[in-house]
T-cell receptor, first 111, second 110 residues
Framework: QKEVEQNSGPLSVPEGAIASLNCTYSDRGSQSFFWYRQYSGKSPELIMSIYSNGDKEDGRFTAQLNKASQYVSLLIRDSQPSDSATYLCAVTPYNFNKFYFGSGTKLNVKP | NAGVTQTPKFQVLKTGQSMTLQCAQDMNHNSMYWYRQDPGMGLRLIYYSASEGTTDKGEVPNGYNVSRLNKREFSLRLESAAPSQTSVYFC?????????FGPGTRLTVL
């Protein structure tokens, strides 16, 4: 069973809209949750981390975590064409020794 | 700071050849990782090292070996390359929860 599931997309949104990216995970022991952005041909870069239930905001990005539903999401407000990339969800148990990644959701923001 | 560096950037091998992918970090991180990324598969962990002198298998270790040479360097070796090992390989290092990735090595096995 795959640990982390994401819709592969592509998700297309118009410029200025809210993009909503979703991720579910199977291991209830997961403690930390991350969103990475990966531009085509580049390496992943961390954009958000979240550890407790609820929302965490950083600029235009909001991560949401619901451990009971084993669900984590990323909202991007005022989407820009420069946000067009693949977004990877990752989870890890408490000791950070193993990170499990989803297959990523490709986001297209149309001008 | 260079962060995480990887060599080579590109490599083409024939089936059965061997090679070593090199990775180094200058952030004094304890943990280092090797991932492979295939289309539609996301990142899959091959091996990781929680500290100098220790290594552990990840999700897809078969066909690979690793060496944590010192705190800075973590190498990945393919002893007998197979076409199924055609992929993009990323090295990463972390201190607790934040991972930093290298630029990747694009490997093709013919």
């Amino acid at each position: 069973q795959k640990e982390v599931e994401q819709n592969s997309g592509p998700l297309s949104v118009p410029e200025g809209a809210i993009a909503s990216l979703n991720c579910t995970y199977s291991d209830r022991g997961s403690q930390s949750f991350f969103w990475y952005r990966q531009y085509s041909g580049k390496s992943p870069e961390l954009i958000m981390s979240i550890y407790s239930n609820g929302d965490k905001e950083d600029g235009r990005f909001t991560a949401q975590l619901n451990k009971a539903s084993q669900y984590v999401s990323l909202l991007i407000r005022d989407s820009q064409p420069s946000d067009s990339a693949t977004y990877l969800c990752a989870v890890t148990p408490y000791n950070f020794n193993k990170f499990y990644f989803g297959s990523g959701t490709k986001l297209n923001v149309k001008p | 700071n260079a962060g995480v560096t990887q060599t080579p950037k590109f490599q083409v091998l024939k089936t059965g050849q061997s090679m070593t992918l090199q990775c180094a970090q200058d952030m004094n991180h304890n943990s280092m990782y090797w991932y492979r990324q295939d289309p539609g598969m996301g990142l899959r962990l091959i091996y990781y090292s929680a500290s100098e002198g220790t290594t552990d298998k990840g999700e897809v270790p078969n066909g690979y070996n690793v060496s944590r040479l010192n705190k800075r360097e973590f190498s990945l070796r393919l002893e007998s390359a197979a076409p199924s090992q055609t992929s993009v390989y990323f090295c990463a290092s972390s201190e607790e929860d934040t991972q930093y990735f290298g630029p990747g090595t694009r490997l093709t096995v013919l």
